[in-house]
């Protein structure tokens, strides 16, 4: 075919140094198999579950994010993990997270497997420079997860370390699978032309294989398009921008905690030594390996950085390989002080990010018994909301509308919801660490696993990870008969449809809100005092008292308003009133269903 040789050939090692690496990589995942449901582990097994159903379209059905109802043909990652776990469940016949964990450690043995193959062809210590890889933050922490971070590693890696070896059909096989597990596989196109380049340029049948990538992701996405009858890719840019994830404060943050994490990636005392070394080599020498490792860094940095909206530490694990291979031409000496410091710390944090999510897990036992009998909503997301659903229990959706005697378990961490229901606590815990680091916390600065938390590496604090708590929900007792939305008494009146309070007088609506009051002494209107906007379509409002029309309205436009009722008698001891508008909109970055804002509903006599 005409290649050029490689600028050296691959370095012979011991094969008990392969032996030595898998051993490493064990004694990092089985202390933690019985690691707890945790992060987006919930999403995936959700997929997992209808993958029962739809085997080729696990992603095909609509699930409860935030509180609201999405469609998981929009989740950021394409199938095989779901595919994967769904395997692992129908192999088990249900989740359970020690046979599930053991499976997933066949991805750590494949990256690293692969990294000694490119550690040997590419580092003067390919012990070391695996290592160095293995003791990554991001791999030790995040390889003890069921999300879709150490399969799209293996098959990287894998397909990198063939491809080198020109090992052509395997090296497809795993650009396929890297494909079909996450769509930032398509940056191996132009990593791998690099390599092409410099190594194979004549070379028909790898510039071919560049290619695969993006091809597999366009065939799948085509086949969702004529199964399913939308793109995958169009309802995530939809939810993108809803959720306002593109957003420049968003994207400046996140590009800021992924250049952090890339200096955490090995011990950052061994950083400029490298890049010394690595400057010198290029500009000296021309060398080819350090251009191809560096550009890989490159390439993919600059791409995540325009990509990625949440900075998360595990979004940059294609690039530990090429800085690990740099890092590893320093001297063994400094190489085995950083790997131990490394490994150190990497482990840390892998033991708080497994008490962090067991105690989720040991907080949805405890309150087993007090849950037994009652409706179960629960006002967060990740291993709480896994554990309880288990359980029995539902995810809180916005605009519920709770009855006296269910109970909602809240995590104050876990992006939780407002709720508007008189309440009385069951059960609190607050979930702490033996250690003093945090990844993600209440107080905690670290950008670990999100930039909106801080940007650092991780945290050191005894603060509490997280505050957990069980609440009954009461019987409504209105004390109010005309409702400011800031009165005090407010949120145990207000029913459902109406948002947190704004400017210290007023709430948006939803399409319709609703409220329970107090009955008047005698009959009287009731009276709705609310503003429609510039942006809301909004133009027909209703009021409906205990389900029956008691006053409608067609306004020409927006300006401030009061729709107000003729008068009415109640007779039991509380009365519903009910706004309804006849259109809504949202606006990107905020999910919320918006009608009009409210300033005030109630009883008043005709005329104040």
């Not at 012979?12 to 690496?21: D, N, T």
């Not at 009061?562 to 008068?567: A, G, K, R, W």
Request: charged content about 15%.
């Amino acid at each position: 075919m005409g290649a050029a040789p490689p600028s050296r050939d691959y370095v012979s090692a011991p094969r008990w140094h392969a032996a030595l690496l898998l051993a490493v990589v064990l004694l990092i995942r089985l202390p933690f198999l019985n690691q707890a449901i945790q992060g987006d582990d919930v999403y995936y097994l959700a997929g997992a579950e209808h993958a029962q159903i739809e085997p080729l379209d696990p992603h095909h059905f609509r699930y409860v994010f935030l509180g609201d109802s999405v469609d998981m043909r929009g989740h950021p990652h394409p199938p095989f993990d779901a595919w994967f776990l769904g395997l692992l469940l129908a192999l088990i016949g249900d989740i359970r997270e020690v046979p599930f964990h053991a499976a997933y450690i066949l991805f750590s043995c494949m990256a690293v497997l692969a990294m000694w193959s490119l550690a040997k062809r590419f580092s003067p210590h390919p012990l070391w420079a695996t290592l160095l890889f293995i003791a990554v933050p991001a791999f030790v922490v995040n390889g003890n997860s069921l999300e879709s971070d150490l399969p799209f590693l293996a098959f990287w890696m894998a397909a990198v370390a063939w491809f080198v070896a020109a090992r052509w059909i395997p090296a497809a096989i795993a650009l396929v699978l890297a494909a079909f597990t996450a769509y930032q596989a398509v940056l191996l196109t132009p990593i791998l032309a690099v390599y092409v380049w410099l190594y194979r340029r004549q070379d028909r049948t790898a510039w071919a294989l560049t290619l695969v990538p993006p091809a597999t992701v366009v065939t799948w996405q085509l086949f969702e398009r004529f199964s399913t009858g939308a793109l995958p890719a169009a309802i995530f840019t939809g939810y993108m921008s809803s959720y306002g994830l593109q957003a420049l404060a968003n994207k400046l943050r996140s590009a800021a905690a992924l250049t952090v994490h890339a200096c955490f990636m090995v011990f950052p005392a061994l950083l400029p030594g490298a890049f010394l070394a690595s400057f010198l080599a290029s500009w000296k020498r021309r060398d080819r390996d350090t251009v191809f490792l560096a550009a890989w860094i490159a390439l993919f940095f600059a791409a995540a950085l325009a990509i990625f909206y949440a900075g998360s530490a595990r979004y940059l694990l294609p690039m530990a390989a090429p800085v690990a291979l740099l890092v590893s031409r320093l001297r063994a000496r400094w190489l085995a002080a950083g790997f131990a410091a490394q490994i150190a710390l990497s482990l840390a944090l892998a033991i708080v990010n497994y008490q962090h999510w067991d105690g989720y897990r040991r907080f949805a036992r405890d309150i087993h018994a007090a849950t037994a009998g009652h409706r179960v909503f629960i006002d967060g997301e990740w291993g709480l909301r896994y554990y309880l659903e288990a359980d029995g229990g539902l995810p809180l959706e916005r605009g519920q509308v709770l009855r006296p005697g269910d109970i909602v378990v809240t995590s104050r961490l876990a992006y939780p919801i407002e709720i508007n229901a008189p309440v009385a606590p069951i059960a609190e815990t607050a979930i702490r660490a033996s250690l003093p680091f945090q990844l993600i916390g209440l107080e905690a600065r670290s950008g670990y696993s999100t930039a909106t938390k801080g940007l650092l590496p991780f945290d050191i604090t005894r603060a509490p990870i997280d505050r957990v708590r069980a609440d009954l929900v009461m019987e409504r007792k209105p004390t109010l008969a005309y409702l400011p939305m800031n009165a005090p008494e407010a949120p145990a009146q207000i029913v459902s449809g109406l948002y947190n309070l704004e400017g210290g007088a007023w709430r948006w609506m939803s399409g319709a809100a609703v409220v329970l009051l107090k009955p008047p002494p005698a009959p009287m209107p009731v009276v709705a005092a609310f503003t429609i906007p510039d942006a809301a379509p909004a133009r027909r409002v209703r009021l409906l008292l205990d389900s029956s029309e008691i006053a409608a309205e067609t306004y020409s436009g927006p300006g401030t308003y009061t729709l107000q009722s003729p008068p009415q008698a109640v007779t039991g001891a509380s009365a519903t009133v009910t706004l309804e508008v006849d259109r809504t909109f949202s606006v990107p970055g905020d999910r919320r269903e918006l009608g009009v804002i409210v300033s005030a509903i109630g009883f008043r006599p005709a005329g104040s």
